[in-house]
């Protein structure tokens, strides 16, 4: 099955979450940017743990990678970043081993300081860690390090460095989602992304981890795609990837020949906030990214073929919100909650507090209005105003019933990663509200669909 993954619920993150395979389980692993933290997540063929771990990493500058790691490190997936710890900027590393860390592990990059806007790479091939990098001082990003390990030695000098030849392929596209690294049976995959518009996203092969062969751009009409994650799965090559141009999240995968047409991950479209992790599991492919409200969500597919939804859907959705505005003769305040029920009944509370000192004869009463938007992932656009007028120095409730037939249709939608935003005001001018917030958010807003009037 698929879900929505409330890992942690006061989560503020807004990087991607990254993934993979190792021991008995799969490891989901992802930034807290409010305190810096780490977590971790695992999925065994019992389920996710019961429980999140977190680890804090100071000075983290950018999210992490995960890889599964070789017995001889003695742990079952490692964590990659970088981080200031003393200048220059270093590569460091944790293992994790069922729930708990190791200790934090600085590498060494005696040469190859490692630039700090890009995150590194890591993957394992042939009982060998290959953590990847880009240097710091190389011109646009076009120097790239790649260093095996088969101990736990954490001297990047006494291993093997080795410097990828990118004679045509310069990774110009700073930050997240730059270079990746992959392995199957038969050779180690390094892919980056050229920031070139005709070649996109380019990858190369090595049998050894040291000789590379000869780059080729991954054959694809989308030369925006950025985030590559390329992984084997039921023996081909696959690549999942973000689409900056459709703003969705895609597949692809290579036959040794050619590769296939990029095939959109339902339900990534206009909610997601974040680059794709994946990873293969009990033989499943699964694929998860981070959404607006700070849930991930999480598809699997059998053989190629998507689950066709998160399984089971909420049975409900509720949101709640608060706020002052105003001040002296117009302060005023409310609080108010919206639910959602999967057949379509709408239960919308909440009280306005008139706390303005205007004496009763100049303001005997104010006008308000408190409104619900909600955005759904067919960026469809619910609206709940609520009108009204309190006397001065008094308050006003209301507790409104209604039945959307439209909510109960595209309950699926509004599912996966439904967006909502409440908007108030002491007038009672809903239409200048909601143009407001139009203005704001006209990327997302599609058809309108008036549920309370």
Not at 165 to 179: A, E, F, R, S
Not at 225 to 245: D, E, H, I, N
Not at 285 to 311: E, R
Not at 388 to 398: K, L, Y
Request: aromatic share 10%.
């Amino acid at each position: 099955m698929s879900a929505l993954l409330d890992f942690v619920p006061d989560l503020t993150v807004n990087q991607h979450p990254v993934a993979a395979a190792a021991g008995d389980g799969l490891y989901l692993a992802f930034k807290d940017t409010g305190n810096g933290f780490i977590w971790t997540k695992k999925l065994t063929t019992s389920g996710w743990a019961t429980s999140s771990q977190d680890q804090a990493r100071p000075g983290t500058s950018t999210v992490p990678t995960i890889s599964s790691i070789p017995a001889d490190f003695g742990g079952e997936a490692m964590l990659v970043w970088t981080g200031a710890s003393d200048a220059p900027t270093q590569i460091f590393y944790a293992t994790v081993t069922g729930s708990n860390y190791g200790n934090q592990v600085q590498l060494k990059c005696k040469n190859g300081t490692p630039a700090t806007n890009y995150t590194p790479a890591a993957a394992v091939f042939k009982d060998t860690l290959y953590i990847a990098w880009i240097e710091a001082n190389s011109p646009n990003g076009s120097q790239v390090y790649i260093v095996g390990f088969n101990s736990t030695s954490n001297d990047a000098s006494q291993q093997t460095m080795q410097a990828v030849p990118l004679p045509d392929g310069v990774p110009i596209t700073q930050g997240d989602g730059t270079i990746a690294l992959a392995a199957d049976d038969n050779n180690l995959v390094f892919a980056w992304v050229t920031g070139s518009n005709t070649e996109g996203i380019k990858w190369a092969t090595s049998s050894d981890g040291v000789k590379w062969n000869a780059s080729a751009a991954v054959d694809t009409a989308d030369t925006t795609m950025v985030a590559p994650v390329f992984l084997p799965y039921q023996g081909r090559t696959c690549l999942v990837a973000y689409s900056v141009k459709n703003n969705e999240i895609v597949l692809k995968s290579y036959d040794g020949k050619s590769w296939t047409g990029e095939s959109a991950i339902p339900f990534t479209h206009t909610r997601t906030v974040s680059y794709p992790a994946a990873a293969t599991f009990q033989n499943r492919l699964h694929i998860f990214w981070m959404l607006s409200n700070g849930d991930v969500a999480w598809v699997q597919f059998d053989g190629f073929t998507p689950d066709a939804a998160p399984s089971p859907l909420p049975p409900q959705l509720s949101w709640s919100g608060s706020s002052g505005l105003g001040t002296g003769p117009s302060n005023a305040n409310f609080s108010s909650n919206l639910v959602l029920n999967q057949d379509g009944t709408v239960q919308y509370s909440g009280t306005w507090n008139d706390t303005g000192n205007e004496p009763i004869l100049h303001a005997p009463s104010q006008n308000y209005v408190v409104e619900y938007v909600v955005v759904d992932s067919s960026n469809n656009v619910y609206t709940f105003p609520q009108t009204g007028n309190v006397p001065t120095a008094s308050s006003g409730p209301w507790n409104v019933t209604a039945q959307s037939g439209q909510i109960k249709q595209n309950w699926e939608a509004l599912s996966i990663g439904a967006y909502c935003k409440v908007l108030a005001s002491d007038t009672s001018d809903v239409s200048s509200l909601f143009s407001s917030f139009v203005s704001a958010f006209a990327t997302i807003v599609g058809t309108v669909i008036e549920v309370l009037a």
